[in-house]
């Protein structure tokens, strides 16, 4: 018998296995110490504990904000307020019907994604400007009309933009250039669109989910643009536009937008210093 015929297919067959299934984990990152954001819970709990390089956690180095071309979380809507629906939190308040207010959230991936992302937005959505979520909790797009009807305003709803920007290890561009846009995976159906300023509806103080197609290198996205992997400490850029004809008093802050996936194993971007 002729082993080097036998061992080699052996071989590679072993090492291509070896690829498929080893060095994958899950991962979340926010704006700012993932370790402590603040809708954390006992899964993101688990993922910061086995996440880890050595000794080290890498979501107790995850604070990127104040960086050039890091994380940071922006608004024009006003300043932070403590929230009705969360205490402890600090949001900012868009009243109903006032128009060209906006948030964004830009977030480090500390992991070469090897799924697909979810961008989960927790929202604290009422009725009105009284502080009790749990006498006057709202949807998007809800009101009632004077005879006692409830409507539902399409365009009443917030929109959605989902942008990718290079990081240190881009294979697209320098640092803080722009990538383009991401897809999103509709539910149901699977279908594709682009996160291009796409409307979502929220409410009350649940948490809303959006599948975000994992780019794929040398392909278009639903907008004609070039697509590229993403790399870890690549960004992506989250804004959320609120319409004129919103029905309702809508809050955020900087913990509300967080995006989870499967990172591989080994490709973890770290800060310097620990964040708590």
Request: net charge negative.
């Amino acid at each position: 018998m002729n082993l080097r015929k036998v061992l080699i297919p052996f071989i590679v067959v072993m090492f291509t296995a070896s690829l498929a299934f080893a060095g994958n984990t899950p991962e979340f990152d926010a704006v700012g110490c993932d370790a402590t954001n603040y809708f954390n819970d006992a899964i993101k709990a688990s993922v910061v504990a086995h996440n880890k390089v050595g000794a080290d956690q890498i979501n107790d180095f995850s604070d990127f904000t104040g960086l050039w071309c890091g994380e940071y979380f922006d608004s024009n809507a006003g300043q932070l307020r403590d929230d009705p629906c969360f205490d402890g939190y600090l949001s900012i308040l868009t009243p109903h019907y006032t128009p060209g207010k906006h948030y964004e959230w830009q977030i480090v991936l500390q992991m070469q994604p090897e799924s697909d992302i979810d961008l989960n937005i927790v929202d604290c959505v009422m009725k009105g400007n009284i502080p009790n979520i749990w006498e006057y909790a709202q949807q998007t797009g809800r009101y009632r009309t004077s005879r006692g009807e409830l409507r539902f305003v399409k365009s009443a709803n917030p929109r959605v933009t989902v942008e990718a920007y290079a990081g240190e290890y881009s294979v697209w561009g320098n640092p803080c250039d722009y990538g383009f846009i991401l897809d999103a995976r509709k539910i149901p159906t699977l279908g594709m669109c682009a996160m291009d300023d796409k409307r979502y509806t929220s409410k009350a103080l649940w948490e809303e989910g959006i599948v975000l197609a994992l780019p794929v290198n040398g392909k278009q996205n639903k907008s004609g643009e070039d697509t590229y992997t993403l790399s870890q400490g690549d960004m992506l850029r989250v804004r959320i536009d609120i319409p004129g004809n919103n029905t309702c008093y809508i809050r955020y802050g900087e913990d509300n937008v967080v995006l989870k996936y499967i990172g591989m194993v080994g490709t973890e971007y770290m800060t310097q210093a620990p964040c708590i």
